[in-house]
């Protein structure tokens, strides 16, 4: 099993930045792919970026330009998010798939206010 802790997250306003952190523990070596999606209130839950475990990324069209996924060699990775908007508002979800299977963390609220 994987277990995942996000944080980082917060309140900020319009065109500013935040920089969310995933810390994966348990069965790490199992992962494939670890990615970040978001869930703003009434919508259903998106991709926002995907990272490989060879580092190939891949983002949703509405933060590219703003938002860079990035790793380290062995349990966190991190979403940098710049020129925020308020669209971006909802809660960050950390996700990994792998071996072990599918998993997510519990989550951490963005509020971008205008």
């Known amino acids: 099993q994987v277990q995942l802790v996000e944080s980082g997250g917060g309140l900020v306003q319009n065109g500013e930045s935040l920089r969310l952190s995933c810390v994966a523990s348990?069965?790490?070596?199992?992962?494939?792919?670890m990615g970040w999606y978001r869930q703003a209130p009434g919508k259903q839950r998106e991709l926002v970026a995907a990272i490989t475990e060879s580092g190939f990324t891949n983002y949703a069209d509405a933060v590219k330009g703003r938002f860079t996924i990035s790793k380290d060699a062995k349990d966190t990775v991190w979403l940098q998010m710049d020129s925020l908007e308020p669209e971006d508002t909802g809660v960050y979800f950390c996700?990994?798939?792998?071996?072990?299977?599918?998993?997510w963390g519990k989550g951490t609220l963005v509020t971008v206010s205008s």
């Open positions: 348990g069965d790490i070596y199992s992962i494939k792919v």
């Open positions: 996700n990994s798939i792998g071996r072990a299977g599918e998993y």
